[in-house]
């Protein structure tokens, strides 16, 4: 093995993808930290929960629009640096959350937060399709998944507990500290690990890499589909709190675990992708978890006990990576030299999607009520699964060598 190289595990993946891992999973555990908290957030600025829900669309917003800089930022200058770099100002981002003494104030941290988390997962997503060949690609993203599901699912379960004992200023300080110490971690591991780095692109390269990538019909599948996901999925999750006061269920901490369910599934999904993918196909698999994503949410429509819609957003979680994973893959697939700017656009789309999800269901409440928005949300995710198994074909993008 030469020197650079990232050493293969026992299963043929590089090790490297555990330092990737842990970088998700850091980025990670702020994304849902003000989910089960927003109820207290909404009283102590005298704001309503759709107001207060703006923070989840501030986020994704912000996310969304660095997309295209942060893609081709990491192609021109390198990944690694730019990601432990967004870790720093994540951290940071959460604490001076936590001293928030206005609205606005905090609006202006999430904004800060959105930007730290963007440079972080699609590049952790980039160095995996990186290292690993399309053959071994959707179980190493998967790796990749797994840590930033980890981190979903302790940002937001233990954000409920922490809220409790220390309200929302409470979860984001914890937050923001272990961020910060996991972006010094992360920065060792990554001095260990030895990646391969692809050599830097330049500004004519990044070009046609843009030209590449829109000349897929690929493409524009991948990235309307998986706005269409982060609206209907991803978008109700700064409801589901506020479902269960409705039903008297005000502790967070419950709130925390309903919210960390989706998680679960998520991690479900990376420890299922190996078998599922020889007995269902790529689209028999987005067929299947679009599908079961649609269940759910009417599952949900109907306000079961909290017991019973976490297990909901458990399976929920699983059918929407089984879908999303081979999306993934698509989109990891559309170029060879802009790699990272084609997966920065995927993560650019889903969350846009995310950014007009809880608008689109503050509207669909407030003027037709809880079920009928969650059953059409239900049935444009099954139409998506049928048509993202019609149109998506394997094609190698035109720059590959």
């Given amino acids: 093995m030469q020197q650079g190289e990232a050493r293969p595990d026992d299963h043929g993946l590089p090790t490297a993808l555990y330092v990737i891992s842990g970088a998700s999973f850091a ?12 109820p207290h957030i909404a009283e102590d600025f005298g704001v309503s929960i759709a107001t207060a829900a703006g923070f989840a669309a501030v986020f994704a917003f912000t996310f969304s629009i660095i997309q295209p800089i942060v893609g081709a930022a990491a192609d021109l200058f390198g990944k690694t640096r730019l990601m432990i ?3 720093a100002l994540l951290g940071l981002a959460n604490i001076l959350g936590a001293f928030s003494t206005s609205f606005s104030v905090l609006f202006a941290t999430r904004i800060l937060a959105g930007i730290g988390s963007g440079g972080v997962f699609p590049v952790a997503l980039s160095l995996t399709s990186d290292l690993v060949g399309p053959d071994k690609r959707q179980v190493a993203i998967s790796r990749t998944l797994a840590g930033a599901m980890t981190g979903n699912l302790l940002g937001a379960s233990a954000s409920g ?24 971690a992360v920065a060792a591991g990554f001095r260990g690990a030895k990646v391969k780095h692809p050599p830097k692109t330049s500004l004519s390269a990044l ?4 030209r590449t990538i829109f000349t897929n019909p690929n493409a524009y599948v991948c990235y309307s589909a998986v706005f269409i996901e982060g609206c209907c999925v991803l978008g109700l999750f700064p409801y589901i709190a506020s479902f269960l006061f409705e039903q008297g269920q005000t502790s967070l901490s419950i709130a925390g675990v309903v ?9 479900f999904y990376t420890l299922t992708v190996s078998r599922l993918l020889p007995w269902l196909g790529v689209k028999g698999m987005m067929i299947a978890g679009m599908t079961l ?28 990576y089984i879908a999303h994973g081979c999306l993934q893959v698509f989109a990891s697939e559309l170029s060879v030299e802009a790699r990272a700017t084609a997966l920065s656009l995927h993560s650019f789309f889903f969350f846009m999607g995310q950014t ?32 993202c198994a019609r149109l998506l074909k394997q094609r190698a993008p035109s720059d590959a060598h």
């Fill in 27 to 38: 980025a990670a555990l702020s994304a849902r930290a003000l989910d089960p908290v927003l």
């Fill in 85 to 87: 770099g967004c870790l």
């Fill in 161 to 184: 507990l922490i809220g409790d004992f220390l309200g929302w200023r409470g979860v984001l300080a914890v937050l923001g500290g272990l961020v910060i110490v996991a972006s010094i």
């Fill in 207 to 210: 070009k046609a890499g843009y």
């Fill in 259 to 267: 919210i960390a369910g989706f998680a679960v599934g998520g991690l």
């Fill in 293 to 320: 994503v649609a269940t759910q949410l009417i599952a949900v429509a109907f306000g079961p006990r909290w017991e019973v819609q976490a297990l909901n957003l458990i399976v929920m979680g699983w059918g929407f």
């Fill in 356 to 387: 007009v999800g809880p608008l689109a269901y503050g509207l669909g409440l407030a003027h037709a009520g809880k079920m009928p928005t969650l059953f059409a949300s239900a049935a444009i995710m099954v139409v998506l699964g049928f048509v």
